[in-house]
């Protein structure tokens, strides 16, 4: 496994939450530990894409899986993570419409 810090970490983030599904299971993390089925159900996606983005979140260092019995129950890597997703939901961006379209792509 390797330790990343600075800059690689960050590109690990955006990465993760360029995906709309993948942002929106981070903010449920951010809010309390979940199941896979609990998190495609309260999400509206499928269990099988449910598991691929928990693959990905898991594999880029931001989730971990803890197993629950005969379960397993996700959770943030690291609390920090929580701390940090909530102070970037305070930030306002002043966006250039001819740059980024509205889901966030780059128009250049």
Do not use: W
Not at 61 to 81: F, H, I, K, N, S
């Amino acid at each position: 496994m390797d330790t990343l810090t600075q800059a690689p970490v960050l590109a690990r983030f955006g990465h993760a939450v360029s995906d709309p599904t993948r942002a929106r299971i981070l903010l449920a993390l951010s809010e309390a530990s979940s199941y896979p089925s609990d998190l495609a159900v309260s999400l509206g996606v499928s269990r099988q894409s449910m598991s691929n983005h928990l693959t990905c979140l898991r594999g880029c260092g931001l989730v971990v899986a803890v197993p629950d019995g005969r379960r397993t129950r996700y959770e943030l890597a690291d609390a920090r993570l929580g701390h940090a997703i909530k102070d970037l939901l305070g930030v306002v961006l002043a966006v250039d419409p001819s740059c980024c379209a509205p889901d966030g792509k780059c128009l250049v």
